[in-house]
């Protein structure tokens, strides 16, 4: 099992864009009353693509292309809307929204920790939003609108916000509004998971600062997973400086042997050991800091055709056994330590493990967007870059292929 910086990854479906634009017309009403629904948030996830219902809860939206979509209908007071949109879907599309029960939103409002932001903000914008230097430069300007409840007996921390997130990115030019289904951060086992559906909108700024945001969009596209699918999906891993690696874990099991053996030590008074050298007692203390599994990995890197399949002429099938190590072999050195808050865990070539959950085979798209993405577990590299400060939207074009 995954332990510590594991991440269950969040942001939902995208547009895959073929070649054909389309305009997408609708309404939206309440579906109880009957009524249109006005000021409501109808956008595709995880893209620039958005618009806002009128007085008579009609909508309009221009893509570029007709493709593979989550359309997020949002609005407070209603549950979250989402349809599953593909070349096949008609143009014109009538929603129909679910009003929250207030009795049972109240009841849960009261379970939340008063104060919560003051003692949970922290790990939340370190978990969310992570802890990058493009981190520092992010702010979630209505925090206030985010819930907290712990969980003692399971150590976990839940975070609930019942309306959208307004986040600036500062170093990346971007505006997200963020609409956040779920967030829950178990301490014991070291387990993330938050899902949601954000809409970016770029910053408007200098020609300066937008050349500034342009280079630093890129540095945060490069070794990330975007970049990986991307490169996965045109065969181009070793063009694109991804080295892919087939990896199982055994147990530790010089660890097991030496926890009994360590018990049984005896020291004096002040920490000197008896019955065993001092060697003996650091050997010990360096074993039982490992994990309780290691990395068995494979020393042939594999070829995108290893562990995928073409599924039609858009998409492509992810699927792979146990663990793949993923290295990306530029990203190294003092500015890219730097770029990761000032460590020096990533001065040598960044690498992250993935693995499917339940087995089940990712569905994948030329714009790197894969389904279903709860489906696919991080760790390493990724578990620690791959939060709201570095992402991109889907349609972010790149000079990587």
Request: charged fraction near 20%.
């Amino acid at each position: 099992m995954f332990r510590a910086g594991v991440v269950l990854l969040v942001c939902f479906l995208s547009p895959l864009f073929l070649k054909a634009q389309v305009v997408y017309r609708g309404t939206v009403s309440d579906k109880e009353s009957g009524r249109p629904v006005q000021a409501a948030s109808v956008f595709f996830s995880n893209t620039s693509y958005g618009a806002t219902s009128k007085a008579d809860g009609s909508f309009r939206l221009n893509l570029p292309a007709r493709g593979v979509y989550d359309m997020v209908v949002a609005v407070v007071g209603y549950e979250t809307f989402t349809l599953h949109v593909t070349p096949a879907t008609p143009d014109t599309i009538r929603v129909q929204l679910q009003p929250k029960v207030k009795e049972l939103e109240a009841i849960v409002l009261q379970s939340f920790e008063k104060d919560g932001w003051k003692k949970w903000g922290k790990t939340f914008s370190e978990s969310f939003l992570g802890r990058t230097g493009n981190a520092l430069d992010c702010e979630i300007v209505n925090y206030q609108d985010i819930r907290f409840r712990y969980d003692n007996a399971k150590r976990e921390l839940i975070a609930i916000a019942y309306k959208p997130l307004i986040i600036q990115n500062r170093a990346l030019g971007y505006t997200i509004q963020y609409q956040m289904e779920q967030f829950s951060f178990n301490f014991r086992q070291g387990y993330l998971l938050y899902t949601g559906y954000p809409l970016f909108e770029e910053m408007q700024s200098s020609d300066r600062q937008m050349k500034k945001w342009a280079r630093k969009r890129e540095q945060a596209y490069w070794g990330s997973l975007m970049h990986f699918m991307r490169s996965l999906y045109g065969k181009r891993l070793l063009e694109n400086n991804f080295r892919m690696y087939r990896m199982s874990l055994v147990p530790n099991e010089e660890k097991q042997r030496i926890k009994p053996l360590y018990k049984q030590i005896q020291f004096t008074p002040d920490g000197k050991p008896v019955t065993v050298s001092y060697d003996s007692v650091f050997y010990y203390n360096q074993i039982l800091k490992q994990s309780d599994e290691l990395e068995m990995v494979e020393q042939t890197a594999l070829s995108a055709d290893s562990v995928s399949y073409p599924i039609d002429g858009a998409t492509i099938g992810m699927k792979f056994d146990e663990y793949l190590k993923v290295e990306y072999t530029v990203k190294k050195g003092a500015a890219f330590a730097e770029q990761m808050s000032g460590t020096t865990q990533w001065r040598a070539n960044p690498t992250s493990n993935i693995k499917l959950m339940n087995n089940e085979p990712l569905r994948v798209n030329s714009n790197g967007a894969f389904y279903n993405p709860i489906n696919l577990v991080t760790s390493g590299y990724w578990s620690q870059s791959e939060k709201m400060a570095n992402m991109l939207p889907f349609d972010y074009q790149s000079s990587y292929k």
